[in-house]
């Protein structure tokens, strides 16, 4: 069996995605997402006018081989967009190998680990109130975990608080909205949020809450005491980890559970965080994360150091990542949580999947291989347009991060 084609399809039914299909000499096609929200086309040509003319003829089942081919042999390590395009081809060679084997890609990662992928969703609103009846919404529809991101008194829009219901979609055509920042009035308001979420919810629902990489360590060190009494699952992204031995501050302040690694591209991105136990939950995704691969060593590191994994699962990430992260979540020992933003339904009708939402789990189906589809027809119907995420400024207009 070998490569025999490749093609890099960017469509945007709602929002821009970015996926890979591979496909082989005997017609069996694999797909990989590589999605980079706000620099998409990035990825694309990275993929057509670097990667793509490497693949041709290569034996498809020579996953290990590929991925150190394309990470050594690009010489320029590491970043987002190279490992979202080495981890789309990464994917789309264990769709293919599953597909080629007859079993779902979960039976090449070690078997079923547990019944079902736990994931939780985002309630969101303008104010605690509004959260608290969005957080409702989402107990009644199963979800057996909650996200709680609200408005900021004083603040005209923050992140996290979005358009309707069950999405968010922060990005913005032609040019980035600007949005503005106090980190006083969000570290004021937050505990109120969570007061009242445990006075309405009790205290059997695991609540998450994302501070966006917006804190200094010791800002982080006082929301996490402020949460303490309302025993958070866990508090995501308090301050932007470039500097990993900054969460040591955060760390010996709070006992808070603390996630981080959205943005992580690489195992180096977070080995001292895992190995110094500074995090509880590694939120490192398949597709920004070099691929399944790089992601179960990444997993794997961090069981060794009582770190679960908690992967990223944003609408701006397409079905066919979902699908690559159910069969990552049900397999590997240390699974923590699954992040799962419900996609439009012109996106779920463009990728056609298997995996299900079912009492506040999901499970990516049994079929072989990753399980999910794209419609390239359909897809055609939905031209990407260049979007932007916001920009985040202080108060005094300083750029901080969003
Ligand atoms: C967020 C993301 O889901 C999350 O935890 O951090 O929605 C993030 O803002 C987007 O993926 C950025 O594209
Ligand atoms: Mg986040």
């Given amino acids: 069996m070998r490569i025999a084609d490749a093609e890099v399809i960017v469509c945007s039914p709602g929002r821009n995605f970015v996926?890979?299909?591979?496909?082989?000499?005997?017609?069996?096609?694999?797909?990989?997402?590589?999605?980079?929200?706000?620099?998409?086309?990035?990825?694309?040509?990275?993929?057509?006018?670097?990667?793509?003319?490497?693949?041709?003829?290569?034996?498809?089942?020579?996953?290990?081989?590929?991925?150190?081919?394309?990470?050594?042999?690009?010489?320029?390590?590491?970043?987002?967009?190279?490992?979202?395009?080495?981890?789309?081809?990464?994917?789309?060679?264990?769709?293919?190998?599953?597909?080629a084997l007859d079993t779902p890609v979960y039976n090449l990662l070690g078997g079923q680990a547990r019944e079902g992928v736990l994931v939780y969703g985002h309630a969101n609103g303008l104010d605690i109130d509004a959260t608290l009846q969005a957080a409702a919404r989402y107990v009644d529809m199963g979800y057996r975990a909650v996200r709680l991101q609200t408005g900021i008194p004083g603040l005209p829009a923050v992140y996290g608080v979005g358009r309707g219901d069950l999405f968010y979609e922060p990005t913005s055509q032609d040019m980035p909205d600007e949005e503005s920042w106090s980190t006083e009035a969000y570290l004021h308001h937050v505990p109120k949020l969570f007061a009242q979420a445990r006075d309405a919810l009790g205290y059997n629902v695991p609540l998450l809450h994302d501070a966006h990489h917006r804190l200094t360590p010791i800002e982080a060190a006082r929301l996490g005491q402020r949460l303490e009494p309302y025993d958070l699952f866990w508090l995501e992204d308090a301050v932007p980890a470039e500097l990993q031995e900054g969460f040591r501050i955060i760390r010996s302040h709070t006992t808070t559970p603390l996630a981080v690694g959205e943005v992580f591209n690489s195992i180096h991105d977070c080995q001292q965080l895992i190995t110094e136990q500074l995090i509880d939950f590694i939120r490192a995704t398949v597709a920004h994360a070099g691929g399944l691969t790089h992601l179960v060593r990444i997993a794997h590191l961090a069981e060794l150091h009582h770190?679960?994994?908690?992967?990223?699962?944003?609408?701006?990430?397409?079905?066919?990542?979902?699908?690559?992260?159910?069969?990552?979540?049900?397999?590997?020992?240390?699974?923590?949580?699954?992040?799962?933003?419900?996609?439009?339904?012109?996106?779920?009708?463009?990728?056609?999947?298997?995996?299900?939402?079912?009492?506040g789990y999901l499970h990516p189906g049994d079929r072989p291989g990753l399980g999910v589809d794209v419609d390239t027809e359909l897809a055609a119907a939905f031209p990407y347009r260049r979007a932007y995420l916001p920009v985040n400024r202080k108060l005094d207009g300083t750029v901080h991060s969003w």
């Fill in 19 to 99: 996926t890979l299909r591979l496909t082989t000499d005997d017609g069996i096609s694999g797909l990989g997402d590589a999605t980079l929200n706000g620099r998409e086309l990035a990825v694309a040509s990275y993929l057509n006018d670097h990667v793509l003319p490497l693949l041709d003829g290569r034996d498809p089942f020579l996953i290990e081989d590929i991925w150190h081919f394309l990470y050594k042999g690009a010489y320029w390590r590491r970043g987002p967009v190279t490992m979202a395009a080495i981890g789309a081809v990464d994917v789309a060679l264990w769709d293919i190998k599953g597909k």
């Fill in 307 to 359: 770190v679960r994994t908690g992967c990223h699962g944003p609408v701006d990430l397409s079905p066919v990542n979902l699908a690559a992260s159910l069969h990552f979540g049900l397999a590997v020992h240390n699974f923590g949580i699954q992040e799962y933003m419900r996609h439009t339904e012109d996106t779920d009708r463009v990728f056609p999947h298997a995996y299900a939402f079912d009492d």
